[in-house]
């Protein structure tokens, strides 16, 4: 074992690289990532903060610049980049492949919406992208290409509410057409528990 | 932890408040991808509600610079930059001590 991370204290994992004692601690929120690693032996410190993020190994760039930082400072040979390369391709592969909703297939569908948790949030169109806004959040909304265009459950594409639809599956679907239009949010994968679901009504 | 941790240390822009960061002249924005891979930025304010939650245990805004100053005091034993003794080297010795197992992972393979 070249590296590990394999006990955790007050607040630090504690692991070592190549026989070093390592202590450190990364961490990142929606879009953000944060590491800080020292190596008391060594007298060695690093901090790498950036302003991203990117399921769902959010922090695999982080730990690959902590680790090809202790690669050229011990002159060990570059594992790093070929490790970051496969999981880059590995979650470009896995991506579903989408597609833009048809504005035609959602007209009877936009305007506001509420719910009593969530509050008010309006379906439309802006240059034709079917657009979900929920004033502090919002996202457009894209179909798998599989469903094909009489889909009716759409993924929340823009961060950080794709999130959900990536990390959980959440999906957004219209029902009820011009008469009683219907906004339900889908989260199948909810981590907490059983499948929820969130119908907004019109008003 | 102003008092004890992020002044005696000078991580002068360091802080646990939004308002400061978004009053500063120079922040990064955070970017997280979109549903085809690209990144995007975001509102600054999109982090709040992730962030507010947990602090101060995290949730701080910094600097790579004032990081590093942080760093620079855990590998002094607890002395700052500036010679401020902001922990005894016994108190700081425990919160790197192994607690308990945490993971068997073989982070980097070779």
């Given amino acids: 074992m070249a590296a590990s991370m394999s006990h955790y204290g007050l607040g630090w994992l504690s692991g070592e690289y190549r026989g070093l004692r390592v202590i450190s601690h990364a961490g990142g ?38 680790f090809r930082l202790l690669e050229l400072l011990f002159d060990q040979p570059a594992g790093m980049d070929a490790q970051l390369s496969a999981l880059v391709e590995a979650r470009a592969a896995a991506r579903p492949r989408l597609a833009y909703v048809d504005p035609v297939a959602v007209a009877s569908y936009l305007g506001r919406y509420t719910h009593p948790t969530f509050g008010e949030m309006t379906i439309s169109l802006r240059d034709n992208r079917l657009v979900l806004d929920a004033g502090k959040l919002a996202s457009e909304l894209r179909r798998r290409a599989v469903d094909g ?4 459950a759409y993924l929340l594409h823009d961060p950080p509410l794709s999130f959900y639809s990536e990390a959980y599956g959440a999906t957004v679907s219209f029902t009820g057409g011009i008469g009683e239009p219907r906004v339900t949010l889908t989260i199948p994968r909810n981590p907490a528990g059983p499948e929820q679901t969130y119908v907004f009504e019109p008003g | 932890m102003q008092e004890r941790i992020l002044s005696p240390i000078g991580m002068k822009r360091s802080t646990f408040d939004p308002a400061r960061v978004r009053a500063d002249d120079d922040y990064a924005l955070p970017h997280a991808a979109d549903l085809s ?5 975001m509102a600054l304010e999109a982090e709040h509600d992730v962030l507010a939650p947990v602090r101060p245990a995290g949730g701080l805004w910094s600097t790579t610079r004032e990081m590093a100053r942080f760093v620079q005091t855990e590998l002094a034993g607890g002395i700052a930059p500036s010679g401020t003794r902001v922990v005894s080297a016994e108190n700081l010795a425990v919160t790197g001590r192994r607690g308990w197992r945490f993971l068997i992972s073989t982070v980097v393979r070779r």
């Fill in chain 1, 29 to 66: 929120t929606a879009g953000f990532t944060a590491l800080v690693a020292f190596l008391p032996d060594a007298d060695l410190g690093i901090a790498v903060l950036s302003n991203a993020s990117a399921l769902p190994d959010a922090l695999a760039f982080t730990l690959a610049v902590h």
């Fill in chain 1, 149 to 152: 265009p009489s889909a009716s």
């Fill in chain 2, 37 to 41: 891979g690209d990144l995007r930025p």
